[in-house]
């Protein structure tokens, strides 16, 4: 009941404030005249996957248990594709693809290259070059990751200028000062720190007790509780008819959270992380690689109905998430 009871907290604690972050993320990036869109890809992205970083760190360095770290990443990475069917059903008016801008395709085509460089390397173990402790995919992952950030920031600057535009009349923050902004978002971000350092043990306890094992606790129970702040912040985008904001939030997200996978390898001292975790990861990392390809499909098709209160790619991407938990419980 102890560790239920603290992972409820935990997750209640990076639900408020890692929304809160968000806020304060988006009137910090105003006041500094960064574009909406820039925040959903790139700024909102990594707010919100806050504590899937500090997650990380903390799995590899205090609690040792890499496959927490691991499968907190990609179960992270499958949870957030699972949103956008949760937004999809939300969004009353049309499938939510066929409102969203074709510019996601890009983000999304960088979230598929480094989950396949994920799966290669999860498979090829030991036999990845190394340099020191770390495998030579964190070196790649960095670098594919600024060049998305390079990539997407300069496309939606040419493509998406009048939306832009339109998102800074609508959401300007001019009653709240700078000062106040950066303190409420220090504050914030401390309590997720806080509360996401605790995860990873609480995890490790979960996974003994239930004997669900590492891998499904972290693709599962961790992955949820991490990306609850996406899940709220793509919900509010949706309802004030932000879409770009919430689907670029959560391709980001995922483009950030490999990234996250270099920064867990440099933490872990022991050698390269890929070859000190379950094969069954790429279980997960394979799911979020089909569901971000039927969301390109979504998007590229750009259906004009929806079947019953979902479309047919959000359909999909359900149905691949159900079949992932089935699999990693089956293999737990």
């Given amino acids: 009941m102890l560790l239920w009871l603290g992972f409820l907290i935990c997750t209640a604690a990076i639900v408020f404030a890692g929304t809160r972050l968000s806020k304060y993320g988006d009137i910090i990036a105003e006041k500094t005249g960064l574009g909406r869109t820039w925040i959903g890809v790139v700024l909102m992205a990594s707010v919100t996957s806050l504590p899937e970083l500090v997650t990380g760190i903390s799995s590899v360095t205090y609690a040792g248990?890499?496959?927490?770290?691991?499968?907190?990443?990609?179960?992270s990475c499958v949870f957030n594709m699972l949103i956008l069917a949760v937004i999809d059903a939300i969004y009353r008016p049309m499938p939510i693809s066929t409102r969203a801008h074709h510019g996601h395709v890009l983000s999304a085509g960088f979230g598929i290259i480094l989950l396949s460089i994920v799966v290669i390397s999860l498979f090829a173990g030991n036999n990845i070059p190394s340099l020191g402790w770390i495998g030579i995919y964190t070196l790649l992952f960095a670098v594919i990751y600024f060049i998305a950030m390079r990539m997407v920031y300069f496309y939606e600057k040419k493509q998406l200028s009048?939306?832009?535009k339109e998102r800074a009349d609508e959401l300007r923050y001019r009653e709240i000062p700078t000062r106040t902004a950066v303190l409420h978002y220090v504050v914030n971000a401390v309590i997720v720190i806080i509360a996401a350092i605790f995860l990873p043990k609480i995890g490790e306890g979960?996974?003994?007790?239930?004997?669900l094992g590492q891998t499904f606790v972290g693709n599962f129970f961790i992955a949820i509780s991490t990306s609850l702040p996406e899940v709220v912040v793509s919900v509010a985008a949706v309802r004030m008819d932000a879409v770009d904001l919430a689907i670029g939030n959560l391709f980001g997200s995922n483009i950030f959270n490999i990234f996250?996978?270099?920064?867990?390898?440099i933490f872990f001292t022991k050698g390269p992380i890929l070859s000190f975790v379950q094969e069954s990861h790429a279980i997960s990392a394979l799911s979020a690689i089909a569901m971000t390809a039927i969301a390109v499909i979504g998007l590229t098709y750009r259906a004009e109905k929806k079947r019953l209160f979902l479309a047919w790619d959000s359909i999909g991407i359900v149905l691949v998430y159900v079949g992932n938990l089935m699999l990693l419980f089956m293999m737990r």
């Fill in 206 to 211: 979960i996974a003994k007790v239930t004997g």
């Fill in 162 to 164: 009048e939306f832009v």
């Fill in 260 to 265: 996250i996978l270099a920064i867990d390898d």
């Fill in 65 to 75: 248990v890499p496959d927490i770290a691991a499968g907190d990443v990609l179960g």
